[in-house]
């Protein structure tokens, strides 16, 4: 039981290119989130996911796209990479619902080192 | 200003001291209150989970909510080296399910204890 897994670790990207976040959990959880975290900000929700084919804004969702085609995938995309989106992106998720409690413990991934030049 | 308020510290203390970490909050609506730990390029990982008023105990820890106050507390009591982390308060309204579970954080408070 991996739990939830992201790929890739460390990234370094260029002004303007483009990427893409995987997360993948194993533990059959309704709920999937994306968080950044910067120095003096603690976590800040980007989009969230409440089922399979769903997705929603969170805090700071401007410049990233998600997609959820599979319950156990959550995708992060960034379009136009900007020095800005330098961070560690954390992904997490909870049974949701089906844990009988929506607030319910949220299990995080390892994270991804992002730099943007 | 920030819905949730936490000092970020850097926090060192002697091995074996009492420590106390704090938030603050301004939402009324927050009933569901968690302490996450992380360690040093790991991600979280739920440390205590209280819901309301009250307080919670596990072990060396104990979690305090005053909603009075919008002011929550964890103890860490005999503090060790391996406690050195980031704790980050998070907090969640739940009205119906509709949150989603969606969680607000605290800056984190960064905690040394050294030998």
């Known amino acids: 039981n991996a739990g939830v897994t992201q790929t890739p670790k460390f990234r370094v990207l260029k002004t303007g290119q483009s990427m893409t976040l995987l997360c993948a959990q194993d533990m059959n959880h309704e709920y999937m989130y994306w968080y950044r975290q910067d120095p003096g900000m603690g976590l800040r929700l980007i989009h969230y996911?409440?089922?399979?084919?769903?997705?929603a804004k969170g805090e700071v969702p401007d410049g990233y796209n998600v997609s959820r085609l599979k319950k156990q995938n959550f995708l992060l995309g960034l379009e136009s990479a900007a020095p800005s989106q330098t961070s560690v992106y954390f992904c997490?998720?909870?049974?949701?619902?089906?844990?009988?409690?929506?607030?319910?413990?949220?299990?995080f991934g390892p994270g991804t080192r992002l730099t943007v030049l | 200003q920030k819905e949730v308020e936490q000092d970020p510290g850097p926090l060192s203390v002697p091995e074996g001291a009492i420590v106390s970490l704090n938030c603050t909050y301004s939402n009324s609506a927050f009933q569901y209150f968690m302490w996450y730990r992380q360690y040093s390029r790991k991600g979280p990982e739920l440390l205590m989970y209280?819901?309301?008023?009250g307080n919670k105990e596990d072990g060396r820890f104990t979690a305090q909510v005053d909603k009075s106050s919008k002011y929550i507390s964890l103890f860490i009591r005999d503090s060790q080296p391996s406690d050195s982390a980031t704790y980050l308060c998070?907090?969640?309204?739940?009205?119906?399910?509709?949150?989603?579970?969606?969680?607000?954080f605290g800056q984190g408070t960064i905690l040394t204890v050294h030998p």
């Open positions: 209280t819901y309301s008023s």
């Open positions: 997490a998720s909870s049974r949701g619902l089906a844990g009988g409690l929506s607030t319910d413990t949220q299990y």
């Open positions: 996911s409440v089922g399979e084919g769903t997705t």
């Open positions: 998070a907090m969640s309204a739940d009205a119906g399910g509709t949150s989603y579970g969606k969680l607000t």
